[in-house]
């Protein structure tokens, strides 16, 4: 069973940086698509950018776009999520899922394995 480990999460004052991490466990990252999703307290989940293996191929959000970047390690079997000038309305718990993947400029609306999620806050 696959399975998706997130880590870096932590408390950030406003305009500081984050690196999360989704590390995989029991596949490789070769044709899987990765996507990046936040719940705030009392929101619903949102998607925020995603990745596709094949391609490398990124999307995001409007409201995270130039803030955050979205890499992979498919050596590591990791897929980082770089956060750079944070503002206190991304404070939620950030998740990574997974899918299986083959397409390269675009990705699924749904995804098959999802992480335990890791908590960011940005306060000062």
């Known amino acids: 069973q696959p399975q998706l480990v997130e880590s870096g999460g932590g408390l950030v004052p406003p305009g500081g940086t984050l690196r999360l991490s989704c590390a995989a466990a029991?596949?490789?990252?070769?044709?899987?698509?990765i996507g990046w999703f936040r719940q705030a307290p009392g929101k619903e989940r949102e998607g925020i950018g995603c990745?596709?293996?094949?391609?490398?191929?990124?999307n995001y959000t409007d409201s995270v776009k130039d803030r955050f970047t979205i890499s992979r390690d498919n050596v590591k079997k990791t897929v980082h999520l770089q956060m750079n000038d944070l503002k206190p309305e991304d404070t939620a718990v950030y998740y990574c899922?997974?899918?299986?993947?083959?397409?390269?400029?675009?990705?699924?609306?749904?995804?098959?394995?999802w992480g335990q999620g890791t908590q960011v806050t940005v306060a000062s």
């Open positions: 990745i596709v293996s094949v391609s490398g191929y990124t």
């Open positions: 899922a997974a899918r299986p993947w083959a397409a390269a400029t675009w990705c699924p609306p749904l995804y098959t394995y």
């Open positions: 029991g596949f490789t990252l070769d044709y899987y698509a």
